[in-house]
């Protein structure tokens, strides 16, 4: 990218991190990042005092919400697969890649809110909000991931005449170790999913969580994210490949059964009626009329929630990558720092696991509680989940950084800060860049909350029955997410380690 023309490779990620700072800072002016609760603090300590006591009175319950959360998640990851790896054979047109990139930028509590109207509160809503966009992801991620693969087609000529055959007998060994390691990392995100979609009021632990909340019951609050957290955390045990098809068979034949029917008449209507304006199904107007009223009528929407919407969301999306990017730079060092003492350590890995595992979503819900209604609840709740995941991600690269490396004293701060950083650098620039896009998708969705951002408006219009407005406005969201995504991954190349070097001086 020609932002930095005419720098070093060191000065342009100095710079860079200071515009990303610079700009943060400059959207928190225009943004209400105020405290309105009156006694924040006391309210923390009751809430802490209840979640480190945490005490389950149900347990039945409790093992039914878990089970419903796992078998959402693994339905729809296990449909999503199959769907990403077709999907990803087809990558290389540009409409599918079009297609794939809008649908995965729709967040899956917006697919929830959409197939509710058609589905109710059913298994088949939670199923295939989680199935479109993560199989949309699957297809980017494996496409990406076949590019990288040692041997090419195009090495093998003998086979020119049959890319089936290369892709099962070639290309799948070589690639198979990444698949499934993103596939076991993806199925974690599915359970984070399943648990978000519980707010709305499918049968997930997110249900219970939230009511848990709002009637001051922290300490089963308490107890639920303690349950979570060690799901999350056993999935690396117990999640085997051979075992699917069972873990499969059992959640089919215990899925949550619903009352809710709909005709295939009340789904054509949905289609064919429901999420258009009045103006365009209007027989009296002509086709050129319909296409001049339903250009004012999206006008009108533009100017009243799109804009405001718009501008929400890229404000709460620039402040929390900015203080993504912060909070990494404190806790990279720190557990750096400290992995050579094993209680620092294992304080520090859990502290992690807390973090990434908690969904933003849930995190920007506990902190409105406390904090009251404005956009600084979900800043510390995206810095937080992202933080932790990118901070994760690193630690890994620092150990193998180390292990190929002779390092003198490793986990000393001199020997990270002049050795380790500059060569981690760029790879933490690329990863806050990849989150990017993620940011904004979360920073849309925690509308749905109260925060103003496009959610806001979406559920807004679900909420009254105005689905041709929550219709175009889903689509704005998405668009705006396939912008953004694009520029992520300029940067994020531009950034990588193929794009730039740090140079060290000797």
């Not at 090495?155 to 020119?160: G, I, S, V």
């Not at 993806?186 to 359970?191: A, N, P, S, Y």
């Not at 994760?392 to 004293?409: A, N, S």
């Not at 219709?471 to 193929?498: E, G, H, M």
């Amino acid at each position: 990218m020609g932002l930095f023309a005419g720098t070093s490779d060191g000065l342009k990620l100095r710079n860079f991190s200071l515009l990303l700072v610079a700009t943060g800072l400059l959207a928190a002016v225009f943004a209400d990042v105020q405290v309105h609760a009156s006694e924040p603090w006391g309210h923390l300590g009751t809430m802490l005092q209840g979640l480190f006591s945490p005490s389950v009175s149900d347990v039945q319950g409790l093992g039914l919400d878990l089970f419903y959360t796992l078998s959402f998640a693994l339905l729809g990851v296990s449909l999503a697969v199959v769907a990403g790896l077709l999907l990803s054979l087809l990558y290389r047109y540009p409409i599918v890649r079009f297609i794939c990139a809008f649908f995965r930028a729709i967040h899956e509590l917006f697919w929830a809110l959409l197939f509710m109207q058609l589905f109710g509160l059913s298994a088949s809503t939670a199923i295939l909000a989680i199935t479109i966009p993560y199989a949309c992801t699957f297809a980017r991620v494996y496409h990406d991931i076949y590019q990288h693969a040692p041997i090419k087609l195009a090495q093998l000529p003998e086979l020119a005449d049959s890319k089936f055959s290369h892709f099962l007998y070639v290309l799948l060994p070589q690639v198979w170790p990444q698949m499934r390691s993103y596939l076991r990392y993806r199925f974690e995100c599915g359970v984070r999913t399943s648990a978000v979609l519980g707010f709305v009021g499918l049968p997930t632990i997110g249900f219970h969580l939230e009511t848990a909340f709002k009637q001051g019951d922290y300490s089963y609050a308490g107890a639920l994210l303690l349950a979570f957290f060690l799901l999350i955390a056993s999935i690396k045990y117990w999640l085997k490949i051979y075992l699917l098809p069972l873990y499969i068979a059992i959640a089919l034949w215990f899925l949550p059964r619903s009352e809710f029917t709909n005709s295939s008449d009340n789904i054509w209507r949905f289609f064919s009626a429901d999420i258009w304006p009045s103006v365009v199904k209007n027989v009296e107007l002509s086709m050129l009329e319909k296409l001049s009223a339903y250009a004012q009528w999206l006008n009108s929407l533009m100017l009243e929630q799109g804009l405001p919407g718009i501008a929400s969301t890229l404000l709460l999306s620039l402040m929390a990558l900015a203080a993504t990017y912060l909070l990494c730079i404190i806790l990279v060092p720190l557990l750096n720092c400290i992995r050579r003492q094993w209680l620092m350590n294992g304080f520090g890995q859990c502290l992690l696991l807390v973090m990434r595992s908690t969904p933003e979503y849930i995190l920007a819900f506990v902190l409105l509680l406390l904090l009251g209604p404005s956009m600084l609840p979900a800043v510390i709740a995206l810095a937080i989940h992202n933080s932790g995941l990118i901070s994760y991600l690193l630690q890994r690269d620092i150990t193998t950084l180390e292990t190929g490396t002779e390092v003198t004293e490793p986990g000393s701060f001199s020997v990270f800060l002049y050795k380790t950083m500059p060569n981690l650098y760029s790879k933490f620039i690329s990863l806050l860049m990849y989150r990017a896009e993620i940011i904004l998708r979360e920073s849309a969705i925690l509308g749905v909350l109260g925060v103003t951002t496009l959610g806001f408006y979406i559920d807004s219009a679900f909420e009254d029955f105005r689905f041709d407005r929550a219709l175009a406005l889903l689509v704005i969201t998405a668009l705006l997410n396939v912008l953004v995504d694009q520029l992520s991954r300029k940067l994020q190349l531009c950034f990588s380690d193929q794009g730039i070097r740090v140079r060290s001086k000797d």
